[in-house]
């Protein structure tokens, strides 16, 4: 059996084509344009990424197969959190999709702090009160476009995540539905009791007619209009991207963890069938629901990973391809004393400062681009290493880290990371953790196996710490301080 598997990221959409033995047999992508229309705003044009997503399906199906009717199922795995609001009749956004990295909510998120909702707002949906989950975007979309709100009410709009936005074209406004783990996302859903909660609706001012129907992440879940792919294929999954990659990574079982280093950085550790509330201030989140079971998480977020190494690239310009780092940074042990805080859309866990700014500090005449290039990679190992310290003292340590996501392509990192964790990181052959996630999901709901497999498979490359405890000190001591430097420039805390 084959598996079309929609992977829509914050940065591109890509399409596989995945066989049952998990070879990807067809691939095809897009870049998704990120608009930033004021500071701290971060948006996407949903009509391209549904131009996107039906242009690198048949990309990847072109290369893939000869005969549509080859392809039993289809899976989508999305960037969570960013939402999109729409018109029932016509299917058009009302708004660009307002992305998970967006910070025009942070005043709003300070106010319903102020009034005491977060202690609900965490025990009920295992989130914190921030900008960087969905309500708040909803709220921003009714009461900021033009008559939204009263069309909300009047039942005239729908709301939804990328999976949402998606399954509603692909089903031509048949199916208005998400699954578990993207629901668990928004502020919006108990996690405990899987619905929608009236209260956290009435504290957001969010009618929940407008918002979808939440499914499983494995099963008979819709049926694309024929129009799309040449027949009515079958949606057979539907999840989150960081969950995704958690099941790709084979960490199913409790006190597994992974890590994605993509556009942001995501370490997840799964919990099992306990909802543990961190008392560090990371997020508890649903891992993934298969017949009304749950499986629980905790997560650390980290907004800017592969962002931070596009800053370089884009913005200072001292590389010209994302390429180019590994053989800038293998010629230094380390930065000479550089350290990056890449805080470009605030810190996420543990801290959750959205107003913090950026910082690179330790900057002397003799600093020069391999030091800063240095810095920006090591700052993503600096922050997982301190979620897994915290983790740890929440009393879950995992004695090994699964990697994914583009910037592990990087051996350099991947090393550094195994040092200043001190536990081996294992790299998978097979990248595309996030699309094989999904698409076992696919192969479950099609009978292709029986359960999710439990770690990874294929060849692997394993890295084992060799850094001294006096150096690993010594360099989070230096980070410890340029975090201190930076968190204390944020406004809202002086």
């Not at 309500?135 to 909300?152: H, P, Q, V």
């Not at 001591?477 to 944020?490: E, H, N, P, T, V």
């Amino acid at each position: 059996m084959l598996f079309l598997t929609i992977d829509q990221g914050t940065t591109s959409t890509r399409a596989l084509v995945i066989d049952s033995n998990e070879n990807t047999l067809g691939l095809g992508q897009q870049a998704i344009v990120q608009h930033y229309p004021n500071n701290g705003w971060v948006e996407h044009d949903p009509e391209q990424i549904w131009q996107s997503t039906l242009d690198s399906c048949q990309l990847a199906i072109a290369s893939a197969v000869d005969d549509v009717s080859q392809l039993a199922a289809l899976a989508i795995t999305n960037q969570r959190e960013t939402v999109v609001l729409w018109d029932r009749q016509t299917g058009k956004p009302v708004y660009n999709a307002i992305v998970w990295q967006d910070r025009r909510t942070d005043d709003y998120c300070d106010a319903l702090k102020a009034q005491g909702h977060e202690s609900y707002i965490q025990s009920t949906t295992g989130l914190l009160l921030d900008p960087y989950f969905s309500a708040s975007k909803i709220n921003w979309l009714l009461d900021n476009i033009e008559g939204a709100r009263e069309r909300a009410e009047a039942g005239e709009l729908a709301v939804g995540t990328i999976d949402c936005f998606l399954v509603w074209r692909l089903t031509n406004g048949q199916s208005h539905i998400t699954d578990a783990t993207n629901a668990s996302r928004t502020s919006l859903f108990d996690i405990h009791q899987q619905c929608w909660d009236e209260k956290l609706l009435d504290i957001f001012n969010i009618p929940e007619a407008i918002l979808p129907t939440v499914v499983d992440n494995s099963g008979a879940l819709a049926v694309c209009d024929q129009q799309h792919f040449g027949l009515p294929l079958a949606i057979k999954a539907m999840i989150g991207d960081q969950q995704s990659a958690l099941i790709g990574q084979g960490c199913v079982e409790t006190g597994l963890a992974k890590s994605t280093f993509g556009t942001g950085s995501f370490l997840m550790l799964n919990t099992g069938d306990v909802a543990a509330i961190s008392e560090h201030r990371m997020l508890t989140t649903v891992a993934f629901r298969l017949s009304g079971q749950l499986s629980f998480a905790i997560e650390g977020s980290l907004f800017c990973a592969g962002s931070t190494m596009d800053w370089l690239r884009d913005k200072l310009q001292i590389i010209d391809h994302i390429g180019d780092i590994e053989p800038l940074v293998k010629k230094r042990s380390d930065s000479r004393g550089v350290y990056l805080v890449p805080a470009f859309t605030g810190l996420g866990a543990p801290y959750w400062q959205p107003k913090v700014n950026a910082a690179l500090v330790g900057m002397t005449l003799d600093s020069d681009r391999a030091d800063v290039v240095t810095a920006a990679l090591q700052s993503v190992v600096y922050q997982t290493q301190e979620l897994l310290m915290l983790m740890a003292e929440e009393g879950v340590a995992p004695q090994l880290l699964a990697v994914d996501g583009g910037m592990v392509a990087n051996s350099w990192m991947c090393q550094f990371l195994s040092d200043m964790l001190a536990i081996p990181v294992v790299r998978p052959r097979q990248l595309e953790a996030t699309a094989l996630g999904a698409a076992r999901l696919a192969m479950l709901a099609c009978g292709v196996i029986e359960a999710l497999p439990v770690g990874g498979r294929g060849e692997a490359r394993s890295f084992d710490a060799t850094m001294s405890d006096s150096q690993r000190q010594h360099n989070l001591q230096g980070w410890q301080r340029a975090l201190i430097a930076a968190r204390s420039m944020d406004p809202s805390h002086c």
